[in-house]
């Protein structure tokens, strides 16, 4: 990347959709169906969201962080994807999870406190809880892609915060040195918690961290799904084609507090909120699409009623799946549980088998 | 005044900031916030941002900062926002603050304290809930410290800040709001290195600290009642140094130990303390010292941690069998 | 024929790489320079520099890179240049690495090898000489391997690289060049898990590992010579899983043991074997279990080291206090 | 830091004094007495960093890393500094430390093996073997000095290599973040034991680094003792009065082995050290000195035979010195040693007063 490039990029991010979904750039070439899928999409994303959220307050689900504001780049970022692609992202990439093919259902059966059920073929890594920490293994499965020769791209997300850790930045260095065909999509929604971004780093645009790593970067609208799609478009074909990696930056908001366990009127202004509100990714994709006459208001309407439902079905789902037996810890550790474990395995059956009035 | 154990540390903590301008607080989510636990709710108010301040996301970079600040002469208390995330500081933990004063044969000290969450029976997410003492058993230099009340947590808080030396103070979740106790207003030290005999007794000694005492005293009620056995429970309160001279003075009197933590079984606390015994009155041991503690795996799913931590049905089974002739 | 341990590593480093496309080995200076022991000499002239690379100076980035191969299904092996840097990589190794089964409920697995020399009396630099085999008893999920001779390494370090999850492989820098033993060509397992009876005895059962075996068999020899004693000395191979069996068997026999770890006392290794022994075996046991070990300090400077480190004639004053009636 | 600054930077390293010891911009106010002084230096370093390996060949000293190459950056980034300003830095910068104040006689104590010495007034932090590490504690030094108002200039010096470690890079982001009186100084001697600079990161200059973390940046020639000290005192002023953190690349090159543990014939070719051999620090400044009439021929050989002398005195120094008591150990972990340290300690003297022959 050359500093002429640079210095034209560090103006605004990338926009091709307005916030009144307006051209203001080429879209890229979705079929439609497709580009309904994805906004069909964005609808499950929130409702979902939003159903974990109220299991939750009824205690019934474990602390979640709301997916309210990340709906275009959850999709824009598993969209451009192929199958054998992977992912690796912390809690707030659910919605990425879901489009790249992770079953809501498990999803949600995780939300109950239950170890998780992936399917394999999904390839999404469990989600990360240590932040920073997933970057670094998606450069270990692009690289790895790499050595074996397999045309795979590998996707780490992270927020904003998580640019701080010292991973981060050695992801971007392996990255940048192995050329791994890896991005990095750092979904930047203004908040850590409590700590809002310009505290974070002095640095402008996290993006220019691709700087000092040599690692081409670009910084994008997140809540115009158009322009997350095309820059992982061009980047995921690039890293597919041995052109090493891209670090993108989208610019989105947390619209909802940081988890079900957080109050964020102790750190930010209602005003903020409002500020943020009127540019959510929703709103602009529907009058995008009504616009362009692939939706009526009425089929608008239908779909997010029926994607409440889908959110529903899935929630259903998975609170009858029945969980593992609580002696599931000693097959999970080690494929083959040790003489030891298999002496605790006994310690724990007898505990449950053994009443607590008989002790 | 009754309080919460968040409410005698943030009261600890505030006290030691006003006696003494070198103390600090640092970590993420500390200022405006208070704390992800509210542990240090109102701080930055009132001492301002240059005492009370947010720090970037990023551990080592807490710790490793910490250690500068605490050579050049200020004393941090920095917090990490769950023990679990320690490990991404470790190095600067194990490695710096505990050898500043080794490495420098002495010219320099590290006199910090990083205080962080910790322990089980909340519903946490993944490395939330996970027990660290007993790996800082193995990284010689540092204290650590686990207080299992509201009283000794402001105490012993306060004997950590003023400690010339490096201090792991870990608080357990679920202890945070769930017991409210009398907390004198005025500042007291707990000092650190001592146990506490909560219960005395001459039939079985109870080995325990932070949220396990109280399922030890829960335990020992349910055999008293059943039995009527005498057993006396020991708080270490300081995990290390530990005070071995309570733990062998009770087992030399008792003859029978269980031991109750919520970290995983191998080579932790339990074990040592284990060894301690066995070095120190061996002779004096009528049955094998059990361990009831997590299991040798990762700390499980919320939803499967009642099955992995201790409960009192399953310490009061370990005391009986320890009981038998 | 005779190998050094260096070059029986190397071997078993060059047959794993043959037998299975999926093995790479991946670390600082491990490629032209072959590592700064020469453990991974040649191995990038012979497989390329696709799978024999040098990384950044990064551990973090080495440690987590790895887990992410290990995951997509490469056989990493990664080598940290000295043991004590674990620390720098201890979020990955005892959070990521050590979890990726359990975290994925069994999907995704994490069979990768982590090498790093370690162990004192060569006058290293700080941190090059610390042990850190007994922390990680303290973060499941990990297996640990320390070889104590040339022959074991090679055996050992194969049934490592074939094993579903992840193990750190910790050599012994003493040991990599002072013994040569016969090594066979050809390919063999020595299994995980299992400790080796080196000496059969009768009367005291020594327990070590890594450079430590020969210190217990020197101070068996003393003690012999003296005495006439007969002495029993097993050798770990594998630190965790532990061979408790065998330990066990042997303490019931003799009913007395001293255990031999050159790495810091508290809580770590020699804690729970003696935690297993006084679990398992105590009504066979006469005296109290001894342990020599470092002491619970950091790793000395090397003009320091020889005070720190068991020698056989701390060992054999152990032995022979442990013999008292 | 505009970009356009940024892009200015890029061509070259910043240079007053070329190979041959001609000025070819304005060189700093330094003293005359000073500058020989540095100079000086300059000679004292190369012999004693010779000296150590000697020893550590005749088995006397433990592993030495060889100063050679870097006797410039050693005393370009120390003698700006006051004296109440900081110094963290690793096993290559004891000739920073020397200048700044650090007794050579207890740096060579310390090559005995044996636990150091320092005094506490030439604020030095221990030396560094965690590569990377104590940058951070640089800039916790600078945090606390702004904390508490006091006018101290704090300098983190590293290598290449650690450039790639996490702690240097979270490093930089607190600096920026908290406007730290911090100066990063870099060593650039082209390796990482065997790992050559381009190998270690894809950016072409690692100063870059700074462009993503906000922290204003400087490639300067660290084999010309005007321009680092230029470099180093700029960035001081500023540091000092509020204006916050820098970082400084010095690219200069190790013309010895890495440590005495190393052999670079493996890994280097002998072109490369020729090459670098002519653009050595002493050189040049030797050519200057003599052209602007400050030394003769002979005042530099007497100077170069001094200095080996000095050397010697302060390795003969150390080398009388007595060592401390084997269980000075228990005293040096903690202020007071545990009742535990206490046993262990009687535990350690009984060992030593019994023979090996009786055990
Ligand atoms: C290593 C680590 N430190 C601290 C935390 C606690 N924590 C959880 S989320 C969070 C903020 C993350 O911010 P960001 O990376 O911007 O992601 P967001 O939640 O905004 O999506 C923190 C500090 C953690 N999970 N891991
Ligand atoms: C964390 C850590 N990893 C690895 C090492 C081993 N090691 C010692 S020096 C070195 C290379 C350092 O290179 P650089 O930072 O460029 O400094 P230089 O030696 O060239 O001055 C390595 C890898 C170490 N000391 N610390
Ligand atoms: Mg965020
Ligand atoms: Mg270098």
């Known amino acids: 990347m050359s500093i002429q490039e640079l210095s034209a990029e560090l103006d605004a991010p990338f926009q091709i959709m307005d916030e009144n979904g307006r051209l203001i750039g080429t879209p890229p070439d979705i079929a439609d169906t497709k580009l309904l899928e994805m906004y069909r999409a964005m609808y499950f994303i929130r409702a979902f969201s939003n159903k974990i959220v109220a299991l939750q307050r009824q205690g019934k689900a474990t602390t979640w962080g709301s997916l309210s504001g990340h709906e275009a780049t959850s999709v824009g970022f598993a969209a451009p994807l192929e199958p054998q692609d992977w992912m690796a992202g912390s809690y707030r990439d659910a919605g990425s999870y879901y489009f790249k093919g992770l079953s809501p259902a498990n999803i949600a059966y995780y939300q109950r406190g239950l170890p998780p059920k992936y399917e394999a073929g999904a390839n999404c890594l469990p989600v990360q809880i240590v932040i920073g920490t997933q970057v670094l293994h998606a450069v270990g499965i692009g690289m790895a892609a790499k050595i074996k020769g397999d045309p795979v791209v590998s996707v780490g997300l992270c927020g904003d915060g998580a640019t701080s850790e010292g991973d981060f930045n050695e992801a971007l260095n392996f990255a940048g040195v192995f050329q791994a065909p890896v991005i990095f999509g750092v979904i930047n929604n203004g908040w850590a918690i409590s700590l809002p971004r310009h505290k974070q780093s002095a640095v402008k645009w996290l993006a220019m961290r691709g700087v000092g790593f040599g690692v081409p970067y670009k910084i994008v609208d997140g809540n115009d799904l158009f322009a997350v799609y095309a820059t992982v478009k061009e980047a995921a074909d690039r890293a597919r084609n041995g052109g090493g990696p891209t670090l993108i930056e989208a610019i989105t908001y947390r619209l909802g507090a940081h988890t079900t366990a957080d109050d964020p009127t102790r750190y930010r202004e209602q005003e903020e909120l409002d500020f943020w509100q009127e540019k959510e990714p929703i709103k602009r994709m529907r009058l995008y699409l009504i616009n362009r006459g692939l939706l009526t208001e009425a089929e608008d309407k239908a779909m997010a009623e029926e994607e409440e439902i889908h959110a529903q079905a899935v929630v259903d789902e998975a609170f009858n799946t029945p969980p593992p037996p609580p002696d599931a810890i000693f097959e999970m550790t080690w494929q083959t549980p040790s003489p030891r474990m298999e002496r605790q395995r006994s310690e724990l059956k007898r505990n449950l088998a053994e009443k607590d009035g008989e002790f | ?325």
């Open chain 2, 1 to 325: 005044m009754k309080m919460t154990m968040i409410e005698a540390l943030n009261q600890a903590l505030e006290q030691e900031m006003s006696k003494d301008d070198r103390v600090i607080v640092m970590g993420e989510d500390v200022g405006k916030n208070g704390g992800v636990f509210r542990v240090t709710d109102r701080l930055q108010a009132r001492f301002g941002e240059k005492r009370v301040f947010d720090t970037p996301l990023a551990e080592s970079g807490i710790m490793g900062t910490a250690v500068g600040m605490a050579v050049y002469g200020l004393r941090p208390i920095a917090e990490i926002q769950f023990a679990g995330f320690l490990y991404v500081s470790m190095n600067q933990l194990v490695s710096q603050a505990a050898r500043m004063r080794f490495r420098s044969a002495g010219v320099y000290s590290c006199p910090m304290v990083v205080r962080a969450p910790y322990g089980g029976g909340v519903r946490t997410p993944e490395l939330h809930s996970d027990s660290l003492e007993g790996v800082f058993l193995q990284t010689p230099g540092l204290k650590v410290v686990i207080p299992s009340n509201p009283y000794d947590a402001k105490g012993l808080l306060v004997s950590a800040i003023e400690d010339p030396d490096p201090v792991i103070f870990l608080e357990n979740i679920k202890l945070y709001r769930s017991v409210r106790l009398e907390v004198p207003e005025e500042r007291y030290n707990i000092p650190l290195g001592k146990a506490a005999i909560v219960q005395e007794g001459s039939d079985l000694t109870l080995i325990s600290y932070g949220a396990m005492v109280a399922v030890a005293q829960e335990a020992a009620r349910m055999v008293k009642e059943k039995s009527g056995a005498s057993l006396e429970i020991i708080d270490l309160r300081t995990i290390w140094p530990m005070d071995e001279e309570t733990i062998v003075a009770s087992v030399e009197k008792t003859g029978r130990a269980v031991i109750i933590s919520e970290a995983p079984r191998a080579g932790g606390v339990s074990a040592e303390i284990t060894a301690i015994i066995n070095e120190q009155c061996l002779y004096s041991l009528l049955k094998p010292v059990a361990r009831v503690t997590g299991f040798d795996t990762p700390f499980p799913s919320p939803g499967l941690e009642d099955y992995y931590l201790p409960t009192p049905a399953r310490v009061a089974r370990a005391i009986v069998e320890t009981l038998e002739a």
